[in-house]
Nanobody
Framework: VQLQAYGGGLVQTGGSLTVSCAAS????????IGWFRQVPAKEREFVAA????????YYADSAKGRFIVSRSDAQSPVYLQMNSLNPEDTGVYYC?????????????????WGQGTLVTVSS
């Protein structure tokens, strides 16, 4: 199983950035795809998730109205478009697969994790 998040970088406060998640077709078709972020000494934090079909999306309160998670179909990469970024959005962003639609925000429900991509928002 290979899962890879990419597209991170340095952006100024108020700017936008899109990170992407790619994986094998089998991995992508197995349940919810979620985005989480983590900073040192803090627990992994849910950001957004999308169902295998792309018809259902889920957002953390901190992401609502600013971030958009999307995919074309169950085999396509998953994108997280982040707008109006602020320094609190800084962290390593991970995508995960195999999550449950009942608890998309619970990182323990995900079966597959990939390498993260670092997003840094400067003030």
């Amino acid at each position: 199983v290979q899962l890879q998040a990419y597209g991170g970088g340095l952006v100024q406060t108020g700017g936008s950035l899109t990170v992407s998640c790619a994986a094998s077709r089998r991995t992508f078709s197995s349940g919810v795809i979620g985005w989480f972020r983590q900073v040192p000494a803090k627990e992994r934090e849910f950001v957004a998730a999308i169902s295998a079909s792309g018809r259902s999306t889920y957002y953390a309160d901190s992401a609502k109205g600013r971030f958009i998670v999307s995919r074309s179909d169950a085999q396509s990469p998953v994108y997280l478009q982040m707008n109006s970024l602020n320094p609190e959005d800084t962290g390593v962003y991970y995508c995960a697969a195999g999550g449950s639609q009942r608890i998309p925000g619970d990182y323990r429900s995900y079966n597959y994790w990939g390498q993260g991509t670092l997003v840094t928002v400067s003030s």
